[in-house]
């Protein structure tokens, strides 16, 4: 069933492109990269999280303190941010429906579905740690909700918190009372997992993806509340200004600062020293609080900024093509790091760890940054981008 709107109070300028919301967004892809880019360079990749792949935090020397640093700013928070800024793009397509008076959810839902398949070929072809399919299912239960009264969402997004909360406390409590573990931290994935991506062929890796799509799957079904949560919450910000150029966007990511790395940051600090019993607090919990602080640091930096430079640039370009900005950097690193391209991660190993993996995601980075900028300037947007659209247009 699909209802008729009428289009809600907006403030003006919401119907155009918001400047803020691309920059975050390229900061957010580019940040959930801090996190995948040990993934891919780790003995067993994207097989080394099954076998209880999480690094407890350590300084005793720099380049154990150096790695910490960048895992702890990493893990959970970006990919939080970049999906409350999904929540956020809904939200503008739904206001879009209503100044148009089209039907809600319409045509949405094939874009949902399309961004699934999507999602199925990056899974089976590229990463089998995926987030798109997540997010196209949270899209179709959201943009359901989207049709129901404000309080209607207000209360089941607190609902979706609590329930949140409530799985990560039972598990966390569950975690530290198993016996201790091995593998993972500090310990070694089977030998033949390893030398599937330091030597081993596509297909086989394609079809160890298939063979554990299971367990490959369970975040996003691990998560579902919060994704809930956290896309109404991007309706929330959006519907409340918080990214435009006003005095009440700047006062709502002041706040959002203040409060999101005040409390974050020193309880991922808690987190991450507490041991790996503590890392699903810190991933599901702790990172969505941060990542709100983050949104609010770089809404803090761009407000200043009087002239873009490349850098900012590169950012909003990214943004921009965020869906493409994703996948082309699961595929470079995949390129660089298995054995069926560069080979990098084995032959690397342990002796230029972990600055060369550092380099990887400033480098990758850099070339989305590059990459992006030059596409824009003849394309209006990026390549999966324009696919989608093709194909929704048929």
Not at 74 to 82: E, I, M, V, Y
Not at 230 to 255: E, K, N, P, Q
Not at 355 to 383: H, I, K, N, Q, Y
């Amino acid at each position: 069933m699909t209802e008729t709107l009428s289009p809600p109070a907006a403030a003006p300028g919401r119907a155009g492109r918001l400047p803020l919301l691309d920059v975050v967004r390229g900061v957010a892809i580019l940040g959930t990269l801090m996190t995948n880019v040990w993934i891919f360079t780790s003995p067993g990749s994207e097989g080394w999280v099954l076998n209880g792949g999480t690094e407890p935090a350590s300084f005793a020397s720099l380049p154990d303190a150096a790695e910490s640093i960048m895992r702890l700013l990493a893990n959970g928070k970006f990919l939080s941010l970049l999906t409350v800024l999904f929540g956020v793009g809904l939200a503008i397509q739904y206001a879009s429906a209503a100044r148009r008076g089209a039907p809600w959810p319409g045509r949405y839902r094939w874009r949902a579905l399309f961004l699934f398949a999507e999602g199925t070929a990056h899974f089976l072809l590229v990463f089998a740690w995926d987030v798109l399919m997540g997010y196209a299912v949270t899209a179709l239960v959201v943009a359901w909700l989207l049709t129901r009264s404000v309080a209607a969402q207000r209360r089941v997004m607190w609902c979706a918190a609590s329930l949140h909360l409530t799985l990560i406390a039972l598990l966390t409590v569950a975690l530290a009372a198993a016996p201790a573990r091995t593998g993972g931290a500090g310990g070694t994935v089977p030998d033949e997992l390893a030398d599937l991506y330091a030597h081993g062929g596509y297909l086989e890796q394609v079809a160890f993806r298939l063979d554990n799509t299971v367990a490959f799957r369970v975040e996003p079904v691990l998560t579902f509340f919060l994704l809930v949560f956290l896309f109404l919450l991007g309706v929330r910000l959006f519907r409340a200004g918080a990214f435009g150029d006003d005095a009440t966007g700047r006062r709502i990511r002041s706040r959002l600062l203040v409060r999101g790395l005040g409390l974050g940051l020193p309880l991922s600090v808690a987190a991450a020293l507490g041991g790996p019993d503590l890392f699903l607090l810190d991933r599901y919990v702790v990172g969505p609080l941060t990542a709100l602080g983050y949104l609010g640091l770089v809404g803090a930096l761009v407000d200043r900024v009087r002239r873009p430079g490349p850098v900012m640039n590169g950012l909003t370009a990214v943004g921009r093509t965020a869906l493409s900005g994703y996948v082309l950097q699961n595929v470079l690193c995949v390129f660089v790091a298995y054995g069926i391209g560069l080979g990098l991660a084995h032959r690397l190993g342990e002796t230029w760890h972990p600055w060369w993996v550092m380099g990887l995601w400033a480098a990758v980075s850099a070339v989305l940054m590059a990459g992006a900028t030059l596409w824009l300037r003849r394309f209006g947007t990026g390549p999966l981008e324009s696919v989608q659209k093709w194909a929704l247009r048929r």
